[in-house]
């Protein structure tokens, strides 16, 4: 037997023995998503691949133009990078037919709510961007029944 079919055996032994030590992610909630410290509505404009090829996890730098802002203190500049994640952070496996293409990315000049954890980094490929709440989560069409339901829960977590 080689090493490595050894070693494999021996880790599947061990994780059938040994309890799990972690919970599973709870499900992202809207109520969670507006803690955020930013909440803005914004227009998308483009993206830039953070890797070639794009991958589930890796994502891409989404480029947005801040239209309103909802909460928290308006950015230096209203053109803000977001690191663009296609999870919410509770899978483990990409789905295997997930594939990138234009297709998964916002039509351009449409409007979006977004969530967001102000840049606390700096680095080559995130640029100083802004994350979303739970990445794919923290992102939601700027439609009037969105903004309205986003705007009460803002309203009603201040009194």
């Not at 404009?45 to 090829?53: A, H, I, N, S």
């Amino acid at each position: 037997m080689n090493v490595r079919k050894l070693s494999t055996a021996f880790v599947t032994i061990c994780a059938a023995v040994q309890p799990a030590l972690s919970k599973p992610m709870e499900a992202p909630t809207l109520e969670e998503a507006a803690r955020s410290n930013v909440v803005v509505i914004a227009q998308y404009v483009d993206y830039k691949p953070f890797l070639e090829p794009v991958t589930y996890f890796d994502g891409v730098m989404g480029h947005y133009v801040v239209e309103k802002v909802l909460k928290g203190k308006r950015p230096r500049d209203k053109h803000i990078n977001v690191a663009y994640a296609f999870h919410d952070g509770s899978a483990c496996l990409a789905d295997k037919n997930w594939k990138f293409s234009d297709a998964v990315m916002p039509k351009k000049e449409s409007s979006w709510i977004l969530f967001l954890q102000e840049p606390n980094w700096k680095s080559s490929t995130t640029e100083n961007a802004y994350s979303t709440y739970r990445g794919d989560f923290g992102r939601m069409p700027a439609n009037a029944a969105n903004i309205e339901k986003v705007q009460k829960l803002l309203s009603a977590s201040h009194n």
